[in-house]
């Protein structure tokens, strides 16, 4: 059994997905979580939808060892090749449905942007749940999957980085977008680039802020008062590789912090 004292797994392909657990950590200071950063693997959206389910299926697995009361698939790529809603009994929170609803209430225009990963865009799975959500207007999508290398790099303010962006935007801005859907949690880290790119008069839509929605709706959250919780944090790869720019990611939380490797025989012996 778990209680709400227990933690939640969160995973992504990298250190995307802290982008997602920021938000979640200042919307439930109370609330302990694991989080896994596939970082040996990185990145999913190059890779085919039975090697990135197999991944999926690993990671929420390595997670479940913790007794958590839920868990969030982070990463966009494996929301979407994990049709389930559970795995080992416990609901499995994904990132496409809150930011298709986000974006449905931010459009003016009815047009809206997509990008993400090879994987994310060739699934066409925002645009599927934005016309199950009554979306009638028009989509343009783009896979950008240089963006997750450039993040990993820490390039988040480099002339190369805006190049990229042209190269891969320019035909969503001269078709007058209002709405750009981050189909990727390593893209929020690309913010201040893209709405320098864009200007004010497009919005930037993720998912942090209607996930936590569902989670506090969901009642397998601490929400009442009670002391900060805490982070553990895993990667796949060396920790340090991670550190620098995990700290500046979730900097201002109120969750202690603490940092491992996967240890001892290999998680993923085999298929490494």
């Known amino acids: 059994m778990t209680s709400l004292t227990a933690p939640i797994g969160v995973f992504d392909s990298g250190v995307g997905g802290l982008t997602v657990l920021k938000h979640l950590c200042q919307t439930f200071p109370a609330q302990s979580w694991i989080y896994l950063g596939d970082t040996a693997r ?3 959206g190059t ?10 299926e690993e990671n929420l697995t390595f997670l479940s060892q ?6 969030i698939i ?3 790529s494996a929301s979407t090749q994990f049709p389930s809603d559970f795995h080992s009994g416990r609901p499995v929170f994904k990132v496409i449905k809150p930011g298709a609803i986000q974006a449905l209430q931010e459009t003016r225009n009815g047009k809206i942007g997509i990008i993400g990963t090879k994987a994310t865009i060739s699934s066409r799975v925002y645009e599927n749940e934005l016309h199950r959500l009554g ?3 028009e989509t343009f999508s783009q896979a950008c999957p240089l963006f997750v290398p450039l993040v990993e790099e820490g390039l988040l303010h480099d002339a190369a980085t805006d190049l990229i962006i042209d190269r891969y935007l320019r035909p969503m801005k001269e078709a007058g977008i209002d709405t ?15 709405n320098r790119y864009f200007g004010p008069s497009v919005k930037l839509v993720s998912s942090e802020f209607q996930l936590s ?8 959250v601490q929400t009442e008062p009670h002391t900060p919780g805490h982070i553990t944090l895993y990667t796949t790869d060396r920790v340090e590789f991670v550190k620098d720019i995990a700290e500046r990611i979730l900097l201002g939380i109120t969750q202690t912090i603490e940092y491992r490797n996967i240890s001892g025989p290999p998680l993923y012996e085999g298929s490494l």
């Open 47 to 56: 890779k085919s939808g039975i090697t990135i389910h197999a991944y999926t």
């Open 66 to 71: 913790f007794n958590c009361q839920a868990f």
């Open 74 to 76: 982070a990463c966009n």
């Open 135 to 137: 979306f009638s207007g």
């Open 180 to 194: 750009l859907i981050l189909g990727c949690t390593h893209y929020p880290l690309l913010y201040q680039a893209l």
């Open 213 to 220: 929605q569902s989670l506090a709706h969901s009642h397998c």
């Open 42 to 44: 990185l990145p999913y």
